[in-house]
Structure formats: structure tokens, C-alpha cells
């Protein structure tokens, strides 16, 4: 599925100076079809009340979708980029890490549709999402 074999350091070592970066998003595995990735729940991502914002969420899982779309396109032609983003919270989190699941639900030419479901320590779910990715061509 992929355009070529990444490894979780390629993916770690990309720039930090992002959103990715300041909130400390770490991918942790690689799979046929899926990437995993954590973000910790601390006073980067909270909200005023102590718990897991839910735009924190969010950028976790634009940031599995978005790279995943990133590792099926071929990099000198084409950019992937988020089209439309939803999520449902489910739960709060006070503290810990989250990780996010990211599986594929439609890969096209021109979109990637993708699932990400964000469990807590516990490994239960705090929020599911859905993703739509743009492929378009690289700007020259």
C-alpha cells in the first residue's frame, strides 16, 4: 500500500518545527495498512478543565492521516492535504499518552478517506475520527 518502505525513524526524524512537533506526536508502528501513532496528555494539550482538548484530538489525527497519505503518493509529484476532518469525543483524558490507529478507507488517485480511533492507557476509546485527504499535484 505504501509508495515505498518507511520506517517509524523516517517518520520520527521529520521537522519538529510544526504542530506535530510542539505536541510531541511520536509514530510508533508501521503496519500493511496502518500507522500507530502517540501524543501525550499534559498542559500542551489540555483544555481549561484538565482534560484532553478535543482540537488536540484532531491534530493527532490529521497529523496518522495526512502522513499516511503522504507514504502512499509519490512525493516528487504529488501533495497530500487535509480536505475535511471530523471527530466524535467520547470520553475525557486527564493524563498519559493517546494513541491513534490510523486505517485506510478509501485510497483513490485524487482522495484518501481514512479512520483514526484514539485510545486512552486503558485502551479504551476517547474519540474516533474521519479524515479526507486531497491528492493534488506538487506546485513546481
Not at 484530538?57 to 497519505?69: F, K, N, Q, R
Not at 475535511?84 to 498519559?96: D, F, I, M, T, Y
Amino acid at each position: 500500500m505504501w509508495f515505498k518502505n518507511f520506517s517509524v525513524d523516517d517518520l520520527n526524524s521529520r521537522p519538529k518545527n510544526h504542530i506535530g512537533g510542539l505536541l510531541d506526536i511520536q509514530f510508533t508502528e508501521i503496519g500493511d495498512d496502518y500507522i500507530v501513532g502517540t501524543m501525550p496528555v499534559d498542559e500542551r494539550t489540555h483544555q481549561p478543565a484538565g482534560i484532553l482538548h478535543g482540537g488536540a484530538s484532531v491534530v493527532l489525527a490529521e497529523t496518522l492521516g495526512s502522513i499516511a497519505s503522504y507514504m502512499c503518493i509519490d512525493p516528487d509529484k504529488y501533495v497530500a492535504v487535509g480536505l475535511e476532518v471530523n471527530a466524535n469525543h467520547l470520553r475525557p483524558v486527564k493524563s498519559g499518552l493517546v494513541k491513534g490507529i490510523c486505517t485506510p478507507i478509501h485510497i483513490g488517485a485524487k482522495t484518501h478517506i481514512w479512520d483514526i480511533k484514539i485510545y486512552n492507557d486503558r485502551g479504551k476509546m476517547n474519540c474516533i475520527s474521519r479524515l479526507t485527504v486531497a491528492i493534488i499535484n506538487k506546485p513546481q
